[in-house]
């Protein structure tokens, strides 16, 4: 067997193998982003950053579905197949490059927008609504306090209302923190605001470079499928067995 034809055959059919596991790592990625984006969904009114993360999922949907078509069209060189497998490829990498373009943009929109919005959330705080529940969860998690830090809270109703202190779940230790501005030792002093927005930078760069990594593979699933049907078709006609 011609050894660019094998080669390719070998690409592609681990390539089509990997589909699968491909799509289950592009699907846990996807649901991770969506999962980590809702946690702190009341800060972040741009839901437009969540577009690289639904076409994350839907690019694994179509690897499962898909992955079978690929692995068939490679071991019986089927034209139609193999042309079939590479239009499926071609489009999943075309998606992947939009969603690295998306998470590009919506990565630098995030810290944009997340101070004005969280100062939105905090100013709402009151001890009962949904809002504080936001705000408990995210200063708990996050070990913070405040948008920009602890004195934040200076600026907000619940601080004037409640004797100049800030809520509990700035302390560090709840059971012996008083709130108030002047025990900082008693406090988680950092704000929340930087550490929101590490945290989703982080998450958001974690699927672009897992996105990136996979479209480097389809880049060179398509040479595979270009060398295959250009290699069969000038100088054989039939169907070749993998080895031969």
Same mark, same amino acid.
């Given at each position: 067997?011609?050894?660019?034809?094998?080669?390719?055959?070998?690409?592609? $059919?681990?390539?089509?193998?990997? %589909?699968?596991?491909?799509? @289950? =790592? *592009?699907?846990?990625?996807?649901? +991770?982003?969506? !999962?980590?984006?809702?946690?702190?969904?009341?800060?972040?009114?741009?839901?437009?950053?969540?577009?690289?993360?639904?076409?994350?999922?839907?690019?694994?949907?179509?690897?499962?579905?898909?992955?079978?078509?690929?692995?068939?069209?490679?071991?019986?060189?089927?034209?139609?197949?193999?042309?079939?497998?590479? $239009?499926?490829?071609?489009?999943? %990498?075309?998606?992947?490059? @939009? =969603? *690295?373009?998306?998470?590009?943009? +919506?990565?630098? !929109?995030?810290?944009?927008?997340?101070?004005?919005?969280?100062?939105?959330?905090?100013?709402?705080?009151?001890?009962?609504?949904?809002?504080?529940?936001?705000?408990?969860?995210?200063?708990?998690?996050?070990?913070?306090?405040?948008?920009?830090?602890?004195?934040?809270?200076?600026?907000?109703?619940?601080?004037?209302?409640?004797?100049?202190?800030?809520?509990?779940?700035?302390?560090?230790?709840?059971?012996?923190?008083?709130?108030?501005?002047?025990?900082?030792?008693?406090?988680?002093?950092?704000?929340?605001?930087?550490?929101?927005?590490?945290?989703?930078?982080?998450?958001?760069?974690?699927?672009?470079?897992?996105?990136?990594?996979?479209?480097?593979?389809?880049?060179?699933?398509?040479?595979?499928?270009?060398?295959?049907?250009?290699?069969?078709?000038?100088?054989?006609?039939?169907?070749?067995?993998?080895?031969?």
């Amino acid at each position: 067997m011609d050894c660019g034809i094998f080669t390719s055959k070998t690409v592609l $059919l681990f390539l089509s193998l990997v %589909f699968w596991v491909a799509g @289950a =790592a *592009l699907a846990y990625v996807g649901a +991770y982003v969506i !999962k980590s984006y809702d946690n702190f969904d009341s800060f972040i009114q741009d839901k437009y950053t969540l577009v690289p993360a639904a076409i994350i999922i839907g690019v694994s949907v179509v690897m499962f579905i898909f992955g079978l078509v690929g692995c068939c069209a490679t071991l019986w060189e089927s034209k139609v197949g193999l042309s079939f497998f590479f $239009l499926i490829i071609m489009g999943i %990498f075309a998606a992947e490059v @939009a =969603a *690295l373009v998306f998470g590009f943009i +919506y990565r630098g !929109k995030i810290n944009a927008d997340l101070e004005r919005s969280m100062n939105d959330v905090f100013m709402k705080y009151d001890g009962h609504n949904a809002e504080t529940k936001a705000v408990d969860y995210l200063q708990n998690r996050l070990q913070c306090c405040g948008v920009m830090n602890y004195t934040s809270w200076s600026n907000t109703t619940w601080f004037s209302s409640n004797n100049n202190t800030v809520p509990a779940s700035c302390c560090k230790n709840t059971t012996q923190c008083t709130g108030r501005l002047d025990q900082p030792d008693q406090l988680n002093t950092q704000g929340c605001e930087v550490k929101l927005d590490r945290l989703l930078q982080g998450v958001l760069g974690y699927a672009m470079l897992v996105i990136l990594g996979f479209a480097i593979i389809k880049f060179f699933g398509m040479l595979s499928v270009c060398v295959i049907t250009c290699k069969t078709g000038s100088r054989r006609s039939g169907y070749q067995p993998l080895y031969a």
